[in-house]
């Protein structure tokens, strides 16, 4: 059993009510969960003030609250903590109670707009396929190396994240690649970590729901460059405008890389196949089964990672030309009548302009490009127009449609994004609330050689309608459809 003043070591602490010296037995945040001898760590989240269920958690047995103002109504028995703030001091406790997993092992983190599932899951395959024990915490699923856990959050909780690390370490893992999202960053659920590397992909409209302008969004995401120790290497996208802004005030060592100017690591797109690409990383030739210019970026931040934690170049090279792509993220299956229907995770206009481009860029220029797509319900609202106008613009025919509603209506999505179509693209659009049923459409207008992007939701295998979640995979949607066209 951990000993309370332990866990609390680093943690910026104003006040204490009672004893340190005391046995703990678990880490709460959730009041519903707490046990015997409990720690409870009271949150102010966005919707709900944990610092309501204090009182509730102490009468399930929690010997130690921390919180950021101490109640009036104490418990004589009960130890209390007046920190500075509760989410840092929740990530820094767990950190102590899984005795520090971070520094164990090798832990990278990407962030972004953009790619960070990609480059993440990609890292770790290579380092799989180099012969190392490898762990990734990933929008998609997190890998305790050989062993898969269902992902939740981009970013877990801090306690699930040193959880997952602790476990990590036990198996011996060697190195982590984590995705750090910007609510992940500004919510201090990567406090107390060590990393021994960033990674910025890109920055691009997103989450301004959440973070209430641009600005913020991006200083959020240079914050976690900015607490990088000097030990570590920050490794960014310099052809993004925001790069440089990434590295300056950090400690770590800078490296950069890019496809347009110089950089450290540099690499040029000489073929683009739908079978692949063929590019040069650092005046090497390599084939890729990966596909686009988005994913070339991605590779080089791959084999940049790589080469910084010292793996050789030719290994890297070798691995990379044997990568697969992850899953939701330009997945693709050909109908027997020829028509390709590719399956993208792209939600915002950035990732869907370069999906499109790169469509366009691969095709030949007789095939027709059918685009669906939606936008999620109770987020960013700025940008559904963004994303009509470009779906609209780069592809031969849009069906708008439902992606995840949540709690609005689904049509009043559509009518929002319509708002962004260009008069003399208007013609090209159709509206079908029901993603099946715009999926179906969508293929029925194709003919051989035609091309079929359903982008959006990706790897995701429901959709959510009024806070349930009913199973739906587009892949599954597409690949049904298909093969029901092959028995008639």
């Not at 390709?340 to 950035?350: E, K, L, R, S």
């Not at 079929?452 to 739906?472: D, M, P, S």
Request: hydrophobic share 35%.
């Amino acid at each position: 059993m951990k000993k309370l003043k332990d866990i609390l070591y680093k943690v910026v602490v104003k006040e204490v009510y009672g004893n340190t010296d005391i046995g703990i037995n678990n880490i709460q945040f959730d009041s519903r969960h707490v046990q015997e001898d409990d720690v409870f760590v009271a949150q102010k989240g966005v919707t709900v003030d944990g610092h309501q269920f204090i009182a509730k958690a102490v009468s399930l047995g929690a010997k130690t609250v921390v919180c950021e103002f101490i109640p009036d109504d104490k418990n004589e028995e009960v130890t209390y903590i007046e920190v500075e703030d509760s989410n840092a001091a929740l990530a820094i406790i767990a950190a102590n109670y899984y005795n520090n997993p971070s520094k164990s092992l090798q832990l990278v983190g990407v962030t972004g707009t953009n790619g960070k599932t990609t480059i993440a899951s990609l890292l770790y395959q290579l380092f799989k396929k180099a012969g190392y024990k490898v762990g990734l915490l990933s929008t998609v699923r997190v890998m305790v190396d050989e062993e898969e856990y269902k992902a939740t959050h981009t970013t877990p909780n801090s306690v699930a994240i040193n959880k997952y690390l602790s476990k990590m370490v036990e198996v011996g893992v060697d190195y982590c690649f984590m995705e750090v999202s910007s609510h992940g960053i500004h919510q201090k659920r990567t406090e107390g970590l060590e990393f021994a590397g960033g990674v910025f992909t890109n920055l691009s409209h997103d989450h301004l729901d959440y973070h209430e302008t641009f600005a913020e969004y991006r200083d959020v995401k240079k914050s976690f460059f900015d607490s990088l120790p000097k030990s570590a290497f920050a490794l960014v996208n310099i052809d993004d405008k925001n790069g440089q802004i990434m590295l300056q005030n950090t400690k770590a060592n800078k490296q950069t890389y890019a496809l347009k100017t110089i950089g450290d690591f540099k690499a040029k797109v000489l073929e683009k196949r739908l079978s692949g690409t063929l590019l040069t990383i650092n005046g090497v030739e390599v084939w890729t089964k990966l596909i686009g210019e988005f994913n070339a970026y991605n590779l080089l931040a791959i084999y940049g990672v790589a080469e910084l934690l010292g793996l050789e170049k030719i290994e890297i090279l070798r691995i990379v030309s044997e990568l697969e792509s992850v899953s939701g993220r330009f997945q693709y299956t050909v109908s027997e009548e020829g028509v390709t229907a590719i399956v993208d995770y792209a939600h915002t206009p950035d990732a869907l302009k370069n999906v499109l481009q790169t469509i366009n860029d691969i095709r030949t220029g007789n095939e027709i490009v059918i685009t669906v797509v939606g936008c999620g319900g109770d987020r960013d609202t700025t940008k559904r127009p963004k994303m009509a106008l470009i779906a609209s613009q780069l592809s031969d025919q849009v069906v708008f449609t439902s992606d995840n509603p949540r709690t609005e209506d689904p049509q009043s999505i559509i009518d929002q994004m319509e708002t962004g179509v260009a008069a003399e693209n208007y013609k090209k659009t159709l509206s079908i609330v029901n993603r099946r049923q715009a999926i179906k459409t969508a293929c029925k207008l194709a003919t051989s050689g035609d091309i079929v992007l359903i982008a959006g939701k990706g790897h995701e295998t429901y959709q959510e309608i009024n806070g349930v979640r009913h199973h739906f995979d587009d892949l599954e949607e597409v690949t049904n459809y298909f093969n029901q066209l092959k028995k008639h």
